[in-house]
């Protein structure tokens, strides 16, 4: 009986009862059987060399795929039609893609056509490090809410959703690249329900962050800039006082400038150019132990962009400055606002914010001084 092999077939298919065994032929690949027997399902593929019909045996289901049958089954026939008898020079198996595999396509054929490329890449190979090396066909749904439930203990409702989101969207991508027998994405648990931040560091816990001396950190106090604009920070970055990151490399998939005071000028200047990048730890949670604890509350590194943006707005910034200064995409409304002023002035507006807020957490600059008019 000849007709298309598909994995839900495969499985639910039966030899009947009255019968020793059933023999099925697909029609995807040429050559490629199923022997089915009350006890089990085995693929063989049917060749012929030096005019002799022969049959060469692949494999039982499931332990081999369907996928890997055909292509063997394909090795096997165009091998016969040189003359090669895989029963007397046995044909190589074919190893089934692993995540590993898999990530490195999903990489070139998705991710690079999508803005915050890095951050997805560097999370899925972080959170899927235990199974880089398994068959992605071997993952099961209990293996991937395990690895979000550890990222909602280690961090918060909002990260473990995007790792949630991030995991869903490969697995989703590889079932349609590879015989999944069961997509393990499916039916994942829901996303929890994130609650807003509203942690606001004072000045003096800001500069207690500061005076640890990390220069990470102290480059993320200055600049306000998030984690990953710093971390992966590159010397081709810095040019002339300013960070120039491309569209790539930002939130928005914009392009943004970050104005570098004298005193975050000074780290970068400070520290050994050993590689592409400004830092030479760039494991931003490597340094959670060397912060300081306040009893006002927890606090993440990421509170210390809105810190900036509270205080400088409370010190005369305006707005829409200091959400430029952040990296924001500015409203409708905001964005008319900022349509009145050049470039060259709003460069300048940020810069001089920004120089404010290094003085004030560096001790230099102590007063409350008014930063433009405030609206």
């Given at each position: 009986m000849k007709r298309e092999f598909t994995p839900k077939w495969l499985d639910a298919v039966l030899c009947p009862p009255e019968k020793a065994r059933v023999i099925f032929t697909d029609s995807m690949a040429g050559g490629l059987r199923l022997r089915v027997t009350p006890n089990s399902k085995t693929f063989v593929v049917d060749y012929t060399?030096?005019?002799?019909?022969?049959?060469?045996?692949?494999?039982?289901?499931?332990?081999?795929?369907?996928?890997?049958?055909?292509?063997?089954a394909r090795s096997v026939t165009d091998g016969a039609a040189r003359g090669?008898?895989?029963?007397?020079?046995?044909?190589?198996?074919?190893?089934?893609?692993?995540?590993?595999?898999?990530?490195?396509?999903?990489?070139?054929?998705?991710?690079?056509?999508?803005?915050?490329?890095?951050?997805?890449?560097?999370?899925?190979?972080?959170?899927?490090?235990?199974?880089?090396?398994?068959?992605?066909?071997?993952?099961?749904r209990f293996d991937l809410n395990e690895i979000v439930d550890l990222v909602k203990l280690r961090s918060s409702d909002a990260r473990s959703n995007r790792v949630r989101a991030y995991i869903r969207a490969f697995f989703n991508w590889a079932d349609t690249r590879v015989e999944l027998v069961a997509n393990p994405a499916d039916r994942m648990a829901n996303p929890e329900k994130e609650h807003h931040r509203d942690r606001k560091l004072t000045v003096k816990e800001v500069q207690a962050i500061y005076n640890t001396g990390l220069p990470i950190v102290q480059m993320l106090v200055l600049t306000a800039a998030r984690r990953s604009?710093?971390?992966?920070?590159?010397?081709?970055?810095?040019?002339?006082?300013?960070?120039?990151?491309?569209?790539?490399?930002?939130?928005?998939?914009?392009?943004?400038?970050?104005?570098?005071?004298?005193?975050?000028?000074?780290?970068?200047?400070?520290?050994?150019?050993?590689?592409?990048?400004?830092?030479?730890?760039?494991?931003?949670?490597?340094?959670?132990?060397?912060?300081?604890?306040?009893?006002?509350?927890?606090y993440r590194l990421h509170d210390l962009r809105r810190a900036f943006a509270t205080h400088s707005t409370e010190r005369g910034a305006r707005v829409e400055v200091v959400e430029l200064c952040l990296g924001h995409s500015l409203g409708n409304v905001l964005g008319r606002i900022v349509a009145t002023y050049n470039q060259a002035e709003l460069l300048d507006a940020r810069r001089s914010v920004l120089e404010s807020w290094s003085r004030l957490i560096t001790g230099v600059e102590t007063n409350v001084i008014q930063i433009g008019n405030r609206r």
């Open positions: 060399v030096e005019g002799k019909r022969k049959t060469y045996k692949i494999g039982k289901y499931p332990e081999v795929k369907l996928k890997t049958a055909r292509e063997v090669v008898d895989p029963n007397a020079a046995p044909v190589p198996t074919i190893a089934p893609p692993t995540v590993a595999d898999m990530l490195a396509k999903y990489d070139t054929m998705k991710l690079s056509r999508l803005r915050g490329r890095e951050e997805v890449k560097r999370c899925l190979n972080k959170e899927l490090a235990a199974h880089l090396s398994r068959p992605i066909a071997d993952v099961t604009e710093i971390a992966d920070l590159k010397w081709s970055e810095v040019v002339d006082g300013w960070i120039q990151l491309s569209e790539d490399r930002t939130k928005n998939g914009k392009p943004h400038v970050i104005p570098l005071s004298p005193e975050a000028m000074a780290i970068i200047e400070a520290q050994p150019r050993t590689s592409d990048y400004v830092f030479a730890d760039r494991v931003l949670n490597r340094v959670k132990a060397s912060l300081p604890v306040f009893d006002t509350g927890d």
